[in-house]
């Protein structure tokens, strides 16, 4: 499981490089948002899949008792969520006054600034 | 519970909120603004007296027992951040009462600096490393604000390579933070840097290491991956260029210290010669990017790359002199920058551009200006006594002594190229006649009705003090550098503060 999980993560990188890279803006979002899925899956996957074990306290007992999934990468995984979330929004706004301010979704049009 | 350390975070985040709620009134934003930023500076300085008394604070959120808990600490490093974060907001905020467009104080421009204030100083005191990645986005979020805040054309070009390239950076951040925790099982900063030297594997450790060099080296502006500074930082308007330019590059620079610092100490051959190389490449290719430019805040830019170059060196050569100069380096180049785009906007009011070419004699209708950016450009070039000349006498004295001779020649050679820089601004802005094709010159000469207002210079005057004050009187700064190299240099002491002594 863990390794079909790598496999799918590096496929999602991969995805988002190749995303990143091409010359539409659009484009280019769409690589942002496949890469903090990539982010989000790699913390998933590193921190250990454990399947069918809840982190629950059985009743009575003070701890506990097996092994069970860790829920920290849970919780990591949904604040990175958020952040991504709220992130891409301002990216997609950014792209939309982009496009209408320089009038092209080209990147290799956009070289005012270099240079 | 210690206040002075919450309160840095709180009162920016606070006076935000404030400002969100006083949307309508420009004039209570603009109060409000002065007002927070001088408490911050406040708390800053309240954290530094506590932490040179007490060496490190440590606060436990919620009252968990770290490493259960976000433990906020502050060492006297972050202490001095803290303080310099609070003299930049409160020089920018009272910058901004003149130079900000009503446009753009219309449409939350105080709110927004206060959560950059509040996300950087969040970034300098927390002590648990996904709580750094919060901090960091809560500050890009605002900066990614700030910076299209007008929405021109060339701030649109610019704020997509620098939003693209953050959070790309904060994507192998995030990365790296996974991976550390899937092989130390923790995230608070203490217990990894206790819990990496017992990994069944300690080179995956140097390899998680590299991801994060890569993803705050891209925030630090350092070689190769600076692209997206000059690129981005001359298109706001000035106050933001400013607060950028002090603060946010140095927010990376201070994450590398406490990284290669406190946990990735186990391999310092390979990752410190690494940031070696970097930071000699980084202050090459910023100094002689800036050679090639004619726009007053493009070569600025250029040159906050090669200063990270300084501050770099001093993480890198890992030897007690050379972070006291790494640090010493930071506080010297936060002022001195932020001044030097100040003062940028200061001639783009009178003769309304940013293009060399088109300025020109402001030393002969306004030379107590000229004064004012000479003080700053000077001490950019390290000329005695002025505050440069230490920092970069510490650091080249650093590397002499590390016997790294060819990195120590490039420093020298840097310094001489800034000098040069500075001095084509002055011929070119200050020096030379106004050039013909500039026409209204009504501003330059004083018969305009608008003058220009006091708060233009009452930051410009307060940080060239303080750059002649760190010159001339060096040696407390010196010694408060030292205390802090002294903590950097001993991660045992972190540890120790934050855990309370207890071995794993």
């Given at each position: 499981m863990a390794t079909m999980m790598a496999y799918v993560v590096g496929l999602l990188f991969a995805a988002s490089i190749y995303m990143m890279l091409r010359r539409s803006i659009v484009k280019l979002v769409i690589g942002l948002i496949i890469l903090s899925n990539a982010a989000n899956l790699l913390i998933f996957v590193v921190s250990g899949l454990t399947r069918g074990a809840p982190p629950l306290i059985p009743?009575?007992?003070?701890?506990?008792?097996s092994a069970v999934a860790d829920p920290l990468p849970q919780a990591l995984i949904l604040t990175a969520i958020v952040i991504a979330f709220s992130v891409l929004a301002f990216a997609v706004v950014l792209i939309r006054r982009a496009y209408e301010v320089v009038g092209t979704d080209d990147l290799d049009k956009m070289k005012d600034t270099d240079t | 519970m210690n206040l002075e350390l919450v309160l840095p975070i709180l009162i920016p985040l606070t006076a935000g909120a404030l400002s969100l709620a006083l949307w309508r009134s420009v004039r209570l934003q603009r109060l409000l603004a002065v007002l927070a930023t001088g408490l911050l500076l406040a708390a800053g300085v309240w954290l530094l007296a506590s932490t040179t008394d007490q060496g490190f604070l440590v606060v436990e959120m919620g009252s968990w027992?770290?490493?259960?808990s976000i433990v906020l600490v502050a060492d006297i490093l972050a202490a001095i951040m803290i303080v310099l974060t609070g003299i930049i907001g409160l020089a920018i905020a009272v910058y901004s009462l003149a130079s900000t467009p009503s446009g753009h104080e219309k449409f939350g421009y105080y709110p927004l600096m206060h959560l950059l204030l509040a996300g950087v100083a969040g970034a300098f005191l927390t002590g648990d490393i996904f709580n750094l990645f919060v901090w960091f986005e809560v500050m890009l979020l605002a900066s990614f604000a700030l910076l299209t805040l007008g929405g021109e054309r060339a701030q649109m070009e610019g704020a997509i390579k620098y939003v693209t390239l953050n959070l790309f950076s904060s994507a192998i951040f995030l990365s790296a933070v996974g991976l550390l925790y899937g092989m130390?099982?923790?995230?608070n900063m203490a217990d990894i840097a206790q819990k990496v030297n017992s990994v069944d594997d300690p080179g995956m450790i140097t390899v998680v290491s590299m991801l994060f060099m890569v993803s705050f080296g891209i925030k630090a502006a350092a070689f190769p991956l600076f692209f997206w500074l000059p690129a981005s930082y001359?298109?706001?308007q000035v106050a933001v260029s400013a607060l950028f330019a002090g603060l946010l590059t140095k927010v990376g620079v201070y994450a590398l210290y406490r990284v290669f610092t406190l946990?990735?100490?186990?391999?310092v051959d390979y990752t410190h010669n690494i940031l070696l190389w970097g930071a000699a490449l980084t202050m090459l290719t910023g100094v002689l990017g800036a050679a090639a430019q004619f726009e007053f805040r493009r070569i600025l830019s250029f040159h906050i790359v090669s200063q990270i170059g300084y501050m770099l060196l001093g993480l890198a050569l890992f030897t007690p002199l050379a972070l006291i100069g790494g640090v010493f380096y930071i506080m010297h180049h936060i002022i001195v920058k932020t001044n030097l785009f100040l003062v940028s906007g200061i001639t783009y009011r009178l003769?309304?551009?940013?293009?060399l070419k088109n300025l020109g004699g402001i030393y002969r209708q306004r030379p107590y200006l000229a004064l004012l950016f000479l003080i700053p450009a000077l001490s950019l070039a390290g000329i005695?006594?002025?505050?440069g000349f230490f920092a970069k006498f510490i650091v080249v004295r650093a590397s002499l002594e590390s016997g790294e001779y060819l990195v120590t020649a490039i420093a020298l050679l840097v310094g001489l190229l800034t000098l040069y820089s500075m001095i084509k601004i002055w011929a070119e802005?200050?020096?030379?006649?106004?050039?013909?094709?500039?026409?209204?010159l009504s501003m330059l000469n004083g018969k305009n009705q608008d003058k220009l207002s006091w708060a233009y210079f009452v930051p410009v005057v307060g940080l060239a003090t303080s750059t002649l004050i760190i010159g001339l009187y060096g040696q407390p700064i010196y010694l408060l550098a030292e205390l802090a190299a002294e903590q950097l240099m001993n991660p045992q002491l972190y540890i120790k503060a934050v855990l309370g002594g207890q071995s794993t």
């Open positions: 009743e009575g007992a003070s701890g506990v008792v | 027992p770290a490493p259960f130390v099982g923790t995230l001359h298109t706001p946990i990735f100490t186990q391999d003769l309304g551009s940013y293009e005695p006594p002025l505050s802005v200050f020096w030379k006649k106004v050039p013909e094709h500039v026409t209204d």
